[in-house]
T-cell receptor
Framework: DARVTQTPRHKVTEMGQEVTMRCQPILGHNTVFWYRQTMMQGLELLAYFRNRAPLDDSGMPKDRFSAEMPDATLATLKIQPSEPRDSAVYFC???????????FGNGTRLTVT | GDSVTQMEGPVTLSEEAFLTINCTYTATGYPSLFWYVQYPGEGLQLLLKATKADDKGSNKGFEATYRKETTSFHLEKGSVQVSDSAVYFCALTFGNQFYFGTGTSLTVIP
């Protein structure tokens, strides 16, 4: 079964440190989405890519977050510097075409102390 | 703009009870509609989908029908099990965009 792989599964870091989360989309998928999930805000869209090009990153705090796709098999989400309010579960999801479902990874649970 | 509104939870049911989780949508075009399920500690998993009006999606005893006239996609199951306890998300996609509901937590008690 093809699946989206996210690493690490858990990350605990101190405020001010850089955090990098990685995502391997399903082979052949050309859209990648990054979401953040918290109890208070629910599921929030941070950014999405199509054919590795960023189409929308309006959901990201630009001063500290950045998202890239260095190649078709890797998407990264970086936070620098991290803050306690960034504590959340970050999900990556990939999709294959218009109007097709997204496939989610199991997330990276980030705790910033 | 496009959006999804789903029933607020939490919902608590006894095993073998009937389940309905309401979902309505607003869309400018002809979206595809989905239900996702999230178990603790996991990502969202596609439960079922419907791509056009009057389509019925079904999986694992769950069903939902794409109703264009009422702009709805309600999730139903005739007899829930303890293992169905999870959070359920209604979603739509049109073009590049995805829109998710806020999620409905379901707890099934023996």
């Amino acid at each position: 079964d093809a699946r989206v792989t996210q690493t690490p599964r858990h990350k605990v870091t101190e405020m001010g440190q850089e955090v990098t989360m990685r995502c391997q989309p399903i082979l052949g998928h050309n859209t990648v989405f990054w979401y953040r999930q918290t109890m208070m805000q629910g599921l929030e869209l941070l950014a999405y890519f199509r054919n590795r090009a960023p189409l929308d990153d309006s959901g990201m705090p630009k001063d500290r977050f950045s998202a890239e796709m260095p190649d078709a098999t890797l998407a990264t989400l970086k936070i620098q510097p991290s803050e306690p309010r960034d504590s959340a579960v970050y999900f990556c999801a990939s999709g294959s075409s218009y109007n097709s479902p997204l496939h989610f990874g199991n997330g990276t649970r980030l705790t910033v102390t | 703009g496009d959006s999804v509104t789903q029933m607020e939870g939490p919902v608590t049911l006894s095993e073998e009870a009937f389940l309905t989780i309401n979902c309505t949508y607003t869309a400018t075009g002809y979206p595809s509609l989905f239900w996702y399920v999230q178990y603790p500690g996991e990502g969202l998993q596609l439960l079922l989908k419907a791509t056009k009006a009057d389509d019925k999606g079904s999986n694992k005893g769950f069903e939902a029908t794409y109703r264009k006239e009422t702009t709805s996609f309600h999730l139903e199951k005739g007899s829930v099990q303890v293992s169905d306890s999870a959070v359920y998300f209604c979603a739509l996609t049109f073009g590049n965009q995805f829109y998710f509901g806020t999620g409905t937590s379901l707890t099934v008690i023996p």
